[in-house]
T-cell receptor, first 117, second 113 residues
């Protein structure tokens, strides 16, 4: 149980285009979903936290107009990188938490590698 | 400010030997501590967590970790390493007032045959 999927697993796009990444909880309802960014050989940095039906909470320094997050249902969250540039190239990972308990484990998706040319 | 330190970039161990991956933390409240493992080009897999109770926590794949409040540590251990344990290991902490996970820098474990 507690499987999280991401689609696509990798994407290459031209500079200036927008890219949408989907995160789904396959066998549980995710009250809260998280989006992380991981640079090569570095740790994960939290970008934003989203709760179903409400606006995402962005971490300091993350541009909310550039990284649009939609948590439309209890099993789906999307991250759209708008007007992507080469510096947005990274490994994006989502995670999902089952409940509202702060002790809940986050279950991570396999990640999406984005390359902006 | 909350922080997590993994002092070793890499740990090398022979197969069959015990392994330890170190983690120390700094938080102002009660910590919730987690270990995750990451295989190449994949997301993180949950290994174990400490919330409260017994200081020795047992997790997946034979891993365990010991919470030591006085030393603010949460080291990951396994009695007998396998080559397949070779991966990148992350320690993470959250506080009892927030969902936010703070990750350490990661430790690469290399188990040689």
């Amino acid at each position: 149980g507690a499987v999280v999927s991401q689609h696509p697993s990798w994407v290459i796009c031209k500079s200036g285009t927008s890219v949408k990444i989907e995160c789904r909880s396959l066998d549980f309802q995710a009250t809260t979903m998280f989006w992380y960014r991981q640079f090569p050989k570095q740790s994960l940095m939290l970008m934003a936290t989203s709760n179903e039906g409400s606006k995402a909470t962005y971490e300091q320094g993350v541009e909310k107009d550039k990284f649009l997050i939609n948590h439309a249902s209890l099993t789906l969250s999307t991250l759209t990188v708008t007007s992507a540039h080469p510096e947005d190239s990274s490994f994006y990972i989502c995670s999902a938490s089952r409940g509202t308990d702060l002790q809940e484990t986050q279950y991570f998706g396999p990640g999406t590698r984005l390359l902006v040319l | 400010a909350q922080s997590v330190a993994q002092p070793e970039d890499q740990v090398n161990v022979a197969e069959g030997n015990p392994l330890t991956v170190k983690c120390t933390y700094s938080v102002s409240g009660n910590p919730y501590l987690f270990w995750y493992v990451q295989y190449p080009n994949r997301g993180l897999q949950f290994l174990l967590k400490y919330i409260t109770g017994d200081n020795l926590v047992k997790g997946s794949y034979g891993f365990e970790a010991e919470f030591n409040k006085s030393q603010t540590s949460f080291h990951l251990k396994k009695p007998s390493a396998l080559v397949s344990d070779s991966a990148l290991y992350f320690c993470a902490v959250s506080m009892d007032s927030s969902y936010k996970l703070i990750f350490g820098s990661g430790t690469r474990l290399l188990v040689r045959p």
